[in-house]
């Protein structure tokens, strides 16, 4: 993510948002750049659907990620002071309880796998 308060071309801010994508695909049920939101070159919005099957409209930005929409698309609640979460690790930890579950038991795995290969 780029620093606090600089702003991405507009070109960049779809490669940004597939690479935070990439990073939770594995812990949501489905997340993607929304086709109907126009990004620019202040922030990108991106559809979310979490492991609860709860779905999401997050806005990305230079301020970082918060929830705009309840649902794909939807941006009823930019206009409220939701708070920004730096990463998009820190927002679903925040919304979603199979998150903090699906994060824990990989990396529990990763941990034990890294005991095991000490051990042998």
């Known amino acids: 993510m780029s620093e606090q ?9 779809p490669a940004e ?8 695909r594995k812990h949501v049920k489905a997340a ?19 492991l609860e099957n709860t779905e999401y409209c997050i806005e990305m930005s230079a301020a970082g990620f918060r929830v705009v929409g309840r649902k ?5 609640l930019s206009t409220i002071e939701n708070m920004n979460y730096e990463t998009p690790y ?4 925040s919304i979603s309880q199979k998150y903090r579950e699906s994060f824990g ?15 042998g």
């Open 32 to 50: 993607n750049i929304s086709p109907q939101l126009k990004s620019s070159n202040q922030r990108i919005f991106i559809n979310l659907t979490t």
């Open 105 to 119: 038991g990989e990396l529990m795995n990763k941990l034990l796998d890294l005991a095991k290969n000490a051990e």
């Open 90 to 93: 820190a927002l679903l930890n």
């Open 5 to 13: 308060g600089q702003v991405l071309g507009k070109e960049t801010w």
């Open 17 to 24: 948002a597939e690479s935070a994508i990439s990073d939770i």
């Open 72 to 76: 794909y698309d939807d941006t009823a």
